[in-house]
């Protein structure tokens, strides 16, 4: 595949669906491994100071989903109760 072909589809591997008749079911199978392949060679692994920088966003819209699911909580708690009154004993 030529540069030109390349820059034409964004820079991905060579499109399967171009020539499906020619291939069989095994050769589509060896061309998806080598599509595989090549795009797992494009994967940049993050830095150490990337990857706690992105740990430590991910934990914090954890703690603030559960702050919110909590407040939601409470609020239909407190809406229930007072809509059926106080729960039996």
């Given at each position: 595949m030529s540069s030109m072909e390349l820059a034409e589809n964004?820079?991905?591997v060579?499109?399967?669906k171009k020539d499906d008749?020619?291939?069989g079911f095994?050769?589509?199978i060896?061309?998806?491994i080598q599509q595989v392949f090549s795009e797992l060679k494009k994967v940049v692994t993050p830095t150490r100071k990337e990857l706690v920088r992105y740990t430590l966003v991910v934990l914090a819209f954890v703690v603030v989903m559960m702050a919110l699911v909590w407040v939601l909580d409470q609020a239909f708690g407190w809406?229930?109760?007072f809509v059926f009154g106080t729960?039996?004993?």
């Open positions: 964004g820079g991905n060579e499109p399967a008749r020619k291939r095994f050769g589509r060896i061309l998806f809406v229930t109760l729960p039996l004993r």
